[in-house]
């Protein structure tokens, strides 16, 4: 039996189903749990979303989202859901610590069938069904090759069309990756046809922010952008009095690192926020900038080659400090 045959049929033999992803929920993180969750119930399952923390509120429209439960905010529910799932879906993250320590040694010691849909790079050996493909540009975009390869596309609907349709274009930067291929177009195409409504996903994704956010942003571009002198690399730090100033919301920072990565020249990008007594990191990049290892190496992260992140426990001025020592080791010979 091939792995998705497999997995079909792990969850059509379960009643009690949670859907679990990494912590920070992005587009694609519920995206695809809120598509496999959509699936679910339609099958009658008794399945629940179980993510280490709530969704930002520009993901808040997704249906049914606000049926997710949080395991910082509803701790003992979501763990009495671990314990007594038959199948727990593991989605968009390829290790247990990715759910945040609070959270991990109750997935990690949930007796349930564990099941990986992931698309990050070395991702470890703790669920007995696995569909890793790091070089799929989402998850989203892999549960739908899934759902092909299980033989059950004619299950696909628009609300499940919208989530998947929303996972690929956040992971995507709205289809213009270097991940993208024909096959991610095809996909899109058939979301169309079963009713997908494309340009209201990116109204709600990208048409409803905030003063606070727009003016966060602005201040961040022109007051704390740092270009490195005579290299191809720029980043901003804020810190936790900054976020504060703007009324920081959750999803507020969100892409910015992304325009810093699409200034002319610049080739890696970082972004260092304080918050919840840490800074947070995130990297970008383009070319053979494997921004992966850097996290990896120096500030206990990881990801993907051009889009990674990590977290650094000392003040967000040294922090910043050995990101501008250690980032020369890893600028590409040209
Ligand atoms: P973001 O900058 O959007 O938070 O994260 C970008 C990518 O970096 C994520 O998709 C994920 O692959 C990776 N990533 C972010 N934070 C961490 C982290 O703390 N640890 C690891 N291993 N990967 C991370
Ligand atoms: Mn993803």
């Not at 040694?105 to 069904?129: G, R, T, W, Y």
Request: aromatic share 8%; net charge negative; charged share 20%.
């Amino acid at each position: 039996m091939s792995e998705a045959q497999s997995i079909l049929s792990a969850l059509q033999i379960a009643n009690r189903i949670v859907v679990v992803a990494h912590k920070s929920p992005d587009g694609d993180s519920i995206g695809s749990s809120m598509a496999m969750y959509h699936l679910l119930k339609k099958w009658g399952k008794d399945v629940r979303v179980v993510h280490p923390d709530a969704a930002p509120e520009y993901l808040q429209w997704v249906p049914d989202q606000s049926t997710i439960v949080a395991f910082d905010e509803n701790t003992e529910e979501s763990k009495k859901l671990l314990a007594d799932a038959e199948v727990i879906c593991c989605l968009d993250f390829n290790e247990p610590s990715r759910v945040g320590k609070d959270m991990q040694p109750f997935l990690e010691q949930a007796s349930a069938v564990k099941i990986m849909i992931d698309h990050h790079l070395n991702p470890s050996d703790f669920c007995q069904f696995r569909i890793s493909e790091t070089s799929a540009c989402s998850t989203a975009q892999l549960l739908y090759e899934w759902m092909e390869e299980a033989g059950i596309l004619s299950e696909l609907d628009a609300m499940i069309g919208a989530c998947i349709y929303l996972g690929i274009m956040t992971d995507t930067g709205s289809f213009r990756f270097p991940s993208v291929t024909p096959y991610t177009h095809r996909i899109l195409a058939h979301l169309m046809e079963v009713g997908v409504v494309h340009y209201q996903i990116h109204e709600q994704i990208y048409d409803t922010n905030t003063i606070d956010r727009i003016r966060l942003r602005g201040y961040a571009l022109s007051e704390k952008l740092v270009c490195l002198d005579g290299l191809p690399i720029a980043y901003i730090s804020l810190s936790a009095e900054e976020l504060e100033r703007f009324h920081y919301r959750k999803g507020d920072t969100e892409g910015l690192v992304n325009q810093v990565l699409g200034i002319q020249g610049i080739q890696m990008a970082a972004l260092f926020v304080e918050k919840d007594g840490a800074i947070k990191i995130s990297f970008r990049s383009k070319g053979n900038f494997k921004v992966n290892e850097l996290a990896g190496a120096h500030f206990e992260g990881g990801g993907h080659g051009y889009a990674a992140g990590g977290i650094s426990f000392t003040t967000l001025k040294e922090t910043t400090e050995k990101f501008v020592t250690n980032v020369h080791e890893f600028i590409p010979v040209a």
